[in-house]
Nanobody, 124 residues
């Protein structure tokens, strides 16, 4: 299974970006897809996840601003990020959990495969 994250860039506070995570190999429709981020000098943190049943989960810091979705026909997941803030600046990674059990979706070690990351920079 290989993941390719894309869509990052440099934007102003209040702008929007849409990240994509293209997954090849395996059975995408049965996977949970998560997004994590790591800001400079900080630990990696959970951002969002969508289960194979299309149920979304969000970190409190992005709830009401970010929307996760998936297109099983395209083997791709998306993270629509609105009202971006400087504190959203980070490298964003997508990952898949091939056997999501309904819990611990925010724990990075749950995920089996990871993409290479895409950089999001938000300036004030």
């Amino acid at each position: 299974v290989q993941l390719q994250a894309s869509g990052g860039g440099a934007v102003q506070a209040g702008d929007s970006l849409r990240l994509s995570c293209a997954v090849s190999g395996g059975s995408f429709s049965s996977y949970a897809v998560g997004w994590f981020r790591q800001a400079p000098g900080k630990e990696q943190e959970f951002v969002s996840m969508i289960s194979w049943r299309q149920r979304p989960y969000y970190a409190d810091s992005v709830k009401d601003r970010f929307t996760i979705s998936r297109d099983n026909a395209r083997n791709t997941a998306f993270l629509q990020m609105n009202s971006l803030k400087p504190e959203d600046t980070a490298i964003y990674y997508c990952a898949v959990d091939v056997d999501f059990s309904g819990s611990y979706y925010y724990v990075s070690s749950r995920y089996d495969y990871w993409g290479q990351g895409t950089l999001v920079t938000v300036s004030s």
